[in-house]
């Protein structure tokens, strides 16, 4: 934990702290760890090999079926044999709009035995995504305790959240479902939406936070927050004041833009002048240190729940985008050309015939050869 001294306006301290340092900020209750007795319904407009995994595990496997009278009864513990009985027999545990995935998940599918398989169905996605279709009511008595699970790219102070359009208009993803999902999380009860996102991002040779002040576009606008992810912790933002929310999404930044966050709060009115003790702690080279044992157990691979890239395609991955990172500038590029083009060590020869340039001509494709030989090398030790 670092105190860090902050510049105007935060040098006006008020009698009390506010610790960004702490867990206090983003912690999520602990769940008991206890297995899944009646699990999980799944209902997603594209499925994956994560629901693959959990349906394997045992987490998803509570059915439904289309029949309200047949819901109500299981939701009221009045259901009698008969229901019970065509539950088993006709109830679906997982509902998708469309399937996609790695061969081992299309295998998977077409494998499973005939009852299993009879669990899973296809649904249009405007069944999937919308609960106002008719069928409001089935719905609701389906998807009871909800929780929604999507990826946004950055997300506001106040809770917005950015997923599809650039700061200039320039439109970088469809919306899908999100939002459709967000307002689905607030209408049903005891429902919760769960938005995650990277808390930085590295382009053009610098880093920049994904946590914001403010932004000119939104997909979710900040009346329906809810809950926020990081990889360094998790924020509950519904029913929060604006500056609990601040706090909140402060402490889920990068240790190196908490200050302006605040500051950027602070000359708002948003936040009160306060001594704001900053974390140390959300930086990925402590998360790195902090897995790496157990990145050398090989519990966390890459690519957890499947992939159908190779093995030497995966150390391709990382090497590239080591090299992307490094030639991202015309000073970097150079700098990277250069300790390419001098620097010794062996090639992987298996990622070389991959890339085409285990033999090459000329110039040019000497240089790209041992560009990836200096890439490789230096994701070796991941």
């Not at 009390?16 to 702490?22: A, N």
């Not at 009864?73 to 009985?85: K, S």
């Not at 991002?201 to 610098?206: I, K, L, P, Q, V």
């Not at 991202?328 to 085409?356: C, I, P, V």
């Amino acid at each position: 934990m670092a105190s860090i001294a902050p510049a105007a306006p935060l040098e006006h301290t008020a009698s009390s702290d506010v610790d960004l340092s702490s867990t206090s900020n983003a912690k999520a209750t602990i769940a008991p760890l206890a297995p899944f007795s009646v699990g999980l319904f799944g209902c997603s407009e594209m499925l994956n090999e994560g629901f693959r995994r959990l349906v394997e595990v045992g987490v998803i496997k509570r059915k439904v079926v289309d029949d309200l009278d047949v819901m109500r009864r299981l939701h009221d513990g009045r259901a009698d044999a008969a229901d019970l009985e065509r539950l088993e027999r006709e109830g679906e545990y997982l509902q998708g709009g469309f399937y996609l995935g790695s061969q081992d998940f299309y295998d998977w599918l077409r494998d499973m035995p005939p009852a299993q398989r009879r669990g899973i169905s296809m649904r249009r996605i405007s069944e999937v995504n919308e609960l106002y279709g008719g069928n409001e009511t089935l719905e609701r008595l389906q998807r009871r305790d909800a929780r929604f699970f999507n990826s946004c790219m950055m997300a506001t102070a106040l809770g917005a959240a950015v997923s599809d359009t650039l700061d200039d208009g320039r439109v970088v993803s469809g919306v899908g479902g999100q939002y459709n999902f967000v307002a689905m999380a607030h209408a049903l009860p005891n429902a919760r939406s769960v938005l995650m996102l990277r808390a930085t991002r590295d382009g053009g040779g610098e880093t920049r936070s994904n946590v914001v002040w403010n932004y000119p576009q939104a997909t979710i606008p900040r009346h329906l927050r809810d809950v926020y992810v990081t990889e360094y912790g998790i924020a509950h933002l519904r029913g929060k004041t604006d500056e609990d929310c601040i706090l909140a999404m402060a402490a889920i930044a990068g240790s190196g833009f908490q200050y302006p966050l605040l500051q950027a709060a602070i000359g708002a009115g948003k936040l009160a002048p306060k001594h704001y003790r900053l974390s140390d702690r959300n930086t990925p080279q402590r998360l790195r240190a902090a897995l790496a044992p157990l990145r050398a157990q090989g519990v966390l691979p890459d690519y957890p729940l499947g992939s159908d890239f190779t093995a030497v395609e995966q150390r391709l991955v990382k090497a590239l985008a080591w090299l992307k990172a490094n030639t991202a500038t015309t000073g970097a590029k150079a700098r990277t050309a250069l300790k390419a083009w001098f620097s010794g060590g062996a090639a992987d020869a298996e990622a070389m015939r991959r890339m085409g340039l285990e033999r090459t001509a000329g110039f040019a494709e000497r240089l790209e050869a041992r560009l990836v030989a200096l890439a490789m090398r230096e994701n070796s030790a991941d």
